[in-house]
């Protein structure tokens, strides 16, 4: 062990923990759901990203179960040395066909996925323009580029900004290629690019656009297609991130675009040349998962119906969502301190509900973040709520 190493490793996690930003991971003891077992304690959860349910669904097990017995556990290789198995190529035929894409180019994760692309399709004569708010897959990604992007050289807009955007696109028309980066739904806040301004300022100043749809996958759109379809802008959105880890319950990312923009990246997508293909149980649980999605209308339905249910009564009971339009529903607190102490005390009474503090949101905007799922039934909820109302009360905080 080299000691220099290992003293600046115990400083550094001294200072995280003096600061309040040390994380300790919580141990889930059962299969994902909206009652769990977790560190020891029964809780409501309401931290997952595993809106319909499908990451312990009956038919995406079976499909795994299948798989595992007719393909084995590994794929051997990485994807365009011979690790690519009938059932990638399937996975990507049938995601390809949900997206209304011409191709879809499947990365082991969303995170990989963005580094993958993003750095793929730039050069030092491009400029990326994107939302403050961006996710941080996002942000290291365009780090990867060599193309400008910097916030204190101008070229990140205000969160959903639109006028912002414009000036922007105004003052960068010498660069080569422009591309707009946005999330599709803000995984912090729950709310939705506005993507057909985005679109439309686009096309008007001969920009492209990329969207991350990692929280809308599965959540807007016809059968959970994302923004694009939410919006109907097919054919508008040059290059489109879902995420396979969250809604569809397994792991994984891919980025749908053109014929021509997957046969770019088999070529130079870093993470598909050189990271090992996902075991094709994997492929293969995720086609049963598109099964359940296009075929079976009830796990989205009972998502959006315990969305609806879950922010009324959050407004009802006098807390403030924060303006989100999607499962992924904050309640503001203000103060750091306060969101963390509430916290502890919903964990206490059995409610598993993250809080969100300073850096990750700005100071002073300190919140509860809450996502309700297919997975949850109402007495889950309505448990939730409940508790959520006697931890105020005890705190006397003025949520
Ligand atoms: C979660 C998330 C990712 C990463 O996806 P993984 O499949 O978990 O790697 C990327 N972008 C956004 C906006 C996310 O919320």
């Not at 994807?79 to 009938?86: D, H, L, V």
């Not at 949900?98 to 994760?109: D, M, Q, R």
């Not at 609806?308 to 924060?322: H, I, P, V, Y």
């Amino acid at each position: 062990m080299n000691d220099g190493l290992q003293s600046w490793l115990g400083a550094q996690i001294d200072t995280l923990k003096a600061q309040h930003l040390y994380k300790t991971p919580k141990i889930l003891q059962t299969p994902a759901a909206g009652r769990v077992r977790m560190s020891g304690r029964e809780v409501i959860n309401l931290s997952s990203n595993n809106y319909l349910g499908l990451a312990n669904h009956p038919q995406v097990r079976q499909a795994a179960h299948e798989a595992l017995d007719r393909w084995g556990v590994g794929a051997g290789a990485v994807r365009w040395i011979g690790g690519t198995m009938e059932v990638h190529d399937e996975l990507e035929a049938r995601l390809a066909k949900f997206k209304h894409t011409e191709a879809v180019l499947v990365f082991t994760g969303g995170f990989t996925a963005n580094s993958g692309c993003i750095p793929a399709v730039l050069t030092d004569q491009d400029v990326v323009i994107s939302d403050e708010l961006n996710h941080a897959s996002i942000i290291d990604g365009v780090r990867l580029s060599p193309a400008k992007y910097k916030k204190s050289e101008g070229f990140v807009f205000g969160h959903k900004d639109m006028g912002h955007l414009e000036e922007i696109l105004q003052k960068t028309q010498s660069f080569q290629k422009r591309m707009i980066i946005t999330d599709g739904v803000f995984s912090m806040d729950g709310d939705i690019a506005p993507l057909p301004q985005i679109v439309e300022l686009a096309e008007k100043y001969n920009a492209f656009v990329m969207v991350d749809d990692a929280h809308a996958s599965g959540v807007l759109g016809k059968n959970g297609a994302g923004t694009t379809s939410h919006f109907d802008l097919y054919g508008r959105v040059d290059i489109q991130l879902g995420t396979l880890s969250k809604a569809l319950g397994v792991v994984g990312g891919y980025i749908a675009g053109s014929a021509l923009l997957k046969d770019w990246l088999i070529q130079r997508g870093r993470p598909y040349l050189f990271s090992t293909a996902h075991p094709p149980v994997v492929a293969a649980a995720l086609i049963a998962a598109l099964d359940v999605m296009e075929n079976d209308p009830e796990p989205m339905n009972r998502l959006w119906a315990n969305t609806r249910w879950w922010k009324q009564s959050l407004a009802e009971a006098g807390f403030d969502t924060m303006g989100s339009e999607t499962p992924i529903t904050p309640i503001y607190v203000g103060d750091e301190a306060a969101a963390q102490q509430m916290e502890k005390m919903l964990w206490d009474e059995g409610v598993y509900a993250l809080a969100i503090v300073y850096p990750t949101v700005a100071r002073g905007k300190a919140r509860l973040r809450t996502m309700p799922s297919a997975a949850h039934s109402t007495e889950d909820l309505s448990e939730a709520l409940a508790a959520l109302q006697r931890v105020r009360d005890k705190l006397a905080v003025r949520a």
